[in-house]
Nanobody
Framework: QVQLAESGGGSVQSGDSLTLSCAASGRTPSRHDMGWFRQALGKEREFVAAIRWSGDERYYGDSVKGRFTISRDNAKRTVYLQMTNLKPEDTAIYYC??????????????????WGQGIQVTVSS
């Protein structure tokens, strides 16, 4: 069974940068697509970014394109989310996810089988 643990969250000012990490442990499959989602208070979970197991395909939500970058280090079994030019509307709990059932669901939270516990990111204006 795969376990995911997010780290790197915190409170920052508008315009600042922050990098989240997601470390996988346990019986991780050799090839697994991974994603980041976020959920703001009172809102539905929103797709942020995803990356194929090989790292050669990346996907982004419209609200973060050009500001966020997803990457991975398979040797470390870690996925990163580099966030720049943060805005107050980026405030949310950020979740790491793995185990995409099919590529057509890579932007859909229902497409993932394993989730981290989530980590808070707060951006003040």
């Amino acid at each position: 069974q795969v376990q995911l643990a997010e780290s790197g969250g915190g409170s920052v000012q508008s315009g600042d940068s922050l990098t989240l990490s997601c470390a996988a442990s346990g019986r991780t499959p050799s090839r697994h697509d991974m994603g980041w989602f976020r959920q703001a208070l009172g809102k539905e979970r929103e797709f942020v970014a995803a990356i194929r197991w090989s790292g050669d395909e990346r996907y982004y939500g419209d609200s973060v394109k050009g500001r966020f970058t997803i990457s991975r280090d398979n040797a470390k079994r870690t996925v990163y989310l580099q966030m720049t030019n943060l805005k107050p509307e980026d405030t949310a709990i950020y979740y790491c996810a793995a185990g995409v059932k099919t590529i057509s669901l890579i932007k859909n939270s229902r497409g993932y089988t394993t989730w981290g516990q989530g980590i808070q990111v707060t951006v003040s204006s």
